[in-house]
């Protein structure tokens, strides 16, 4: 049986970008302040406040028609909000990608202006229900008063709601929002990195397997860690975030070995589901703009400018993990940490994201110049010898590919003049061999 901590991290977990989180949150807090109104209307305070009132909302039936009218007005808001929500993530998985549907649907500010606007239906229909026709004392006086300011508030976040759909719905919104979200991964994670240069060896740790199928996404590092401390182990899991697993794949070695009961714990701080969100791995990001950039040079699309700004934002992120170990750590005890995760190295994050920009785009010379000019870019930094060899495997792949597929002189000395820079920028790499011009037009 799973343990209270890691059943209440995984719920929490996946309900928090639920669409349904902040509206039921929302909802809950204004049927609050609709009981906290009704107990205040028996105070003096409100009865000297309904003198001053215009009689238009001091008459029941006039109070009970603005309720009906601002309870309709704000289910067709609601209606028309939740509509604008599905045509956004219907228009994003169509032309962008379905991995980003996760991000577009966890959008905090569209979920706290859906969460106002019911949680204003709810306040006005747990008012409309205290109204006595033939008790004109018992109007609710304050209420009516908020429940006016509610309403022009939800006229106000529709406007805003427009623009944020409207936002969601460009390709350089998501691409901006994608890279933002990985770039700061990135930072948090070289700042726990702050003095650790490799992970252990743990080659031969005791091992435990997986007991159930999934891709590994979370780690509930709080529980960990405090089974960690307890027995003084360390910890190394052998599959980088997002790795579909399957029972019996090694999970995670101790440096120590531990007893049944205690793997079994182990075992239930491990989270497996589908949903990536580019702020939670440096991967999920790079691996979303990559696949918004194959998407955009794919016929339907058609649009290589949009792949090239992907390849472009690709090469920055590139650069800013130079020099950056392939691993994370967590589950720290005294400022060092239990917990070492594997990441992606370079080599096999331009297998899994220049690749398949390379392959969808070898005909197309602007592609394949962005993806040089990308790698250029990645080697102004201080990459570690690893990574510069694998920008170097990479740019002798985008190099091979255009000798294969761009037939135009033209085209291909534009490609030459980027491969000179590339030869000039650094003197440590191995050269890049010049397209021959041949006699193409």
Known sequence: MAAPSNASFRIFRRVR??????????AGLYALIALLVLTLETRPVTS????????????PDNARELLGTLITSIISLTVFSFSMVMVVLNGAAARLTPRVL???ISDRRNRVILGIYLGSVLYYLMLISTLDQDDPASLPTLGLLLGLVFGMLCL?????FIRSVSQSIQVDWVLGQLYNGALENLRQRKKRLAGIARAPDASDW?????????????VNEHRLGELLRREDLIAVIQAEPGFFMVEGHPLIRLSAPVDDQT???????FDFHNDEFASANL?????????????????????????????????????????????????FDQGRPRLYYPQMAMQRILEWVMAPVRNYGCGDPHVLAALLQSMKNALHGDPSADQLEALTEEIHAVRNSADTHVESRRDRQALNTVL?????????????PLLPLGDGL
């Open 283 to 331: 991967s999920y990001g790079m691996r979303q703009i990559s696949e918004i950039a194959v998407k955009a040079i794919s016929p339907a699309i058609n649009d290589p400018g949009t792949a090239i700004r992907a390849v472009n934002l690709l090469g920055v992120l590139l650069l800013r993990l130079n020099g950056v170990p392939p691993i994370d750590v967590g589950c």
């Open 48 to 59: 000297a406040l309904r003198d001053i009132l215009p009689e238009g909302l001091s008459d």
């Open 263 to 269: 793997v079994a714990k182990i075992l239930d701080c």
């Open 420 to 432: 000179e820079r590339l030869n000039r920028q650094r003197h440590d790499m191995q050269p890049v």
């Open 206 to 218: 005791w091992c435990i397997a997986a007991d159930r199928p999934g891709y590994l996404r979370d």
């Open 156 to 160: 106000a976040l529709f406007v805003v």
């Open 102 to 104: 996760p991000g577009l």
């Open 17 to 26: 970008d639920s669409i349904a989180f902040y509206p039921v949150l929302i």
